[in-house]
């Protein structure tokens, strides 16, 4: 199968949270991360194209992250986030976790 990623995912285990532009939240775990996006393991998911913010904790970052992001699909289990524009602390954040 051919990959259609522009960024490489690594797996990880991250407790998230994942507000909604309507206010709502929903938390899970993030099982894969890259500069793009991330799955995030959880029981419901936003809609899709919903406008999101995932919160996490990422090595070196206080406070937690605020990483903007577009639902872009679902399915029993979790959901892929695309992420916005990230600010350089959260892309070298990442970039990090994706060198261990």
Known sequence: MHEKRQHPRIPIQL??????????????????????????????????GSKVTI???????????????????????GFGVQFGLLGARETHAITELMRR
């Open 15 to 48: 407790d998230v949270s994942c507000e909604s532009a309507d206010g709502s939240v929903v938390t899970g775990s993030a099982s894969d991360i890259s500069l793009g996006g991330a799955f995030i393991e959880a029981e419901e998911a936003p809609a899709f």
């Open 55 to 77: 919160v996490t904790r990422l090595p070196g970052l206080e406070p937690a992250a605020r990483l903007p992001g577009i639902v872009r699909w679902s399915k029993p289990g």
